[in-house]
DNA sequence: AATGAATGAGGATTCATTCAT
DNA sequence: CATGAATGAATCCTCATTCAT
């Protein structure tokens, strides 16, 4: 998407945007910004503060219902962005390192919790798990989109949580 | 990449380029064209029939295996324009889905053999579990590349193996 | 230099430049006055009024005194201005022209008084003369400049020294 | 001027200049280049194989003779162009730098020989003296093209003729 | 088949200037 | 007086594509 297409959506003049951002990499960057403060908001549709095995279900069900609201099935910003980045653009990297590193430890801090509780396999690693959950987001998105379709996503989220509950003590 | 830097990495003139391709997008067609013979032919490092518990390890692991080998965490070819493909090209989204089709083929056939042979779940869907290995290898791709780092990769194909081998009967 | 640029520089908002300057080019023009102004001024460290011959040394040596004193050696402002000029900026034009002459004008009154004192050539047309060393300075300063180096400028002013000075009686 | 008008000028379509030069800062180098090719080509209607005093006459006088040939007055284009370097320009600045030692050495070289033939002032030092006339020359169209007017540099011809002449021996 | 010059639409960015507050 | 957001023309540059040789 160009700069100008950007300003034809928005209606607004081509120097508003040098304004604002520095250059066009500004702009992903302020998409990243504000991903990340949605994200902490309170408007955030997805729960964080995960403290149940049903906030962890939802948690995971929710990319389903997010894709369902699309018109078409959508891949993960951050991830779109992210595969995009160049290798000179570490503040970029930083940054969504950083907003996938916020949703990995919400998914770590649970899973520690319920080691702890005794409701959660003992051997297990929490961080491990949470790429493996990670890794579910990203790529179910990515087959939906491909596909256009969202059943990868949901066959795919089905058998994480099948996963994760096999591993409740 | 433009055409001028492909062909600079190639060494030919800008004319064979539209003498072989009659735009660009030929060029993203030869691309999987080529990334759909190879995974088919001989040379290819992914075993496709999959015979055994063994092979299915193996095929998993391989991009792991691949990741290592490249100075830098890729994305499958297939996912990256797969994601970047616009509404209207259409024929190159079918191309992919092809490609994407084969691998999961070669899972569903292992599966239901598996099946048949009393050796797995009988309730689990082949396919669905094709789904979720192809979105997890995607997704765990996608997050090497983002994170610069295979461990997301290996953390992922960990618990999918896992998660396999515990459906076994 | 943009305007943005400039108005970093000193600190103010944009509406104060357009509240000051009819547009850009009113602000090269307060720079020209500004110049002339200071070289009128008791603060000009360049005696215009040259009443000796050690005062015209002084006069020609001070570009080189004010070239050592800048970190690095700068061409005269009214030379780089004058030369950028477009052939519709005859205001400008004629306010450099107002300052070189006053230089000029001091250099001639001098050659004048040393005439009419019996000390110098009275072959020789003093505005001519006067012409000869705003060149030769100009010219100097460029060089200057160009081979970040004052030694050009340096050699210059010592050949127009020694040239003047055979023109003492 | 910009590339647009360059290209304007030329008739040829925009990305041509691209295809040539690397960037605009391309096109000043391939002016500098082809400056100095051309003072160095037996077509260059300035003899740089200074043998007489007829020859430096000569040379010196060229300036006055050029200037007239223009619609206005012109100043050197090296100069202008060396006096708009920025300080990363270090490429454009040292190709600079030779065109303008290459008019220098033919100058210094003329001197030496008068030197040596007892033509000439022993004490004077060559290399200083011929700053002395780039400074003329720099300085002289420079004045020229402010005032819009051949005579400053007229003058300044004249003088420095006069000069170079009281140190013939 | 092969080469690379030529084209021109489009994309990113700058900048003088205006205007609402 | 003062601020900085808004505007849009102009500028530099890229790139897919065509064409003459």
């Excluded at 998407?1 to 066009?24: C, N, P």
């Excluded at 989109?145 to 994480?160: A, F, G, Q, S, Y």
Aim: proline share 2%; aromatic share 10%; with cysteine.
């Amino acid at each position: 998407m160009s700069v100008d297409e950007i300003l034809e959506e928005s209606g607004t003049g081509k120097g508003q945007f040098y304004h604002y951002f520095k250059a066009k990499e500004g702009l992903i960057e302020a998409v990243i910004d504000n991903f990340d403060s949605f994200m902490k908001s309170a408007d955030c549709p997805i729960k964080h503060d995960i403290q149940s095995w049903k906030d962890l279900e939802t948690f995971l069900k929710y990319f389903i219902q997010a894709t369902k609201g699309f018109d078409q099935p959508r891949a993960c910003p951050m991830g779109m962005i992210g595969t995009g980045l160049d290798d000179d653009q570490s503040g970029l990297r930083d940054k969504i390192n950083d907003v996938l590193d916020y949703s990995k430890s919400a998914l770590i801090k649970f899973f520690n919790q319920a080691k702890k509780n005794g409701e959660f396999n003992q051997v297990v690693n929490s961080e491990m798990l949470a790429d493996f959950c990670q890794s579910m987001i990203q790529g179910g998105l990515v087959l939906a989109k491909i596909r256009k379709d969202v059943r990868p996503l949901e066959n795919t989220v089905k058998h994480v949580l099948k996963y994760l509950k096999s591993l409740r003590a």
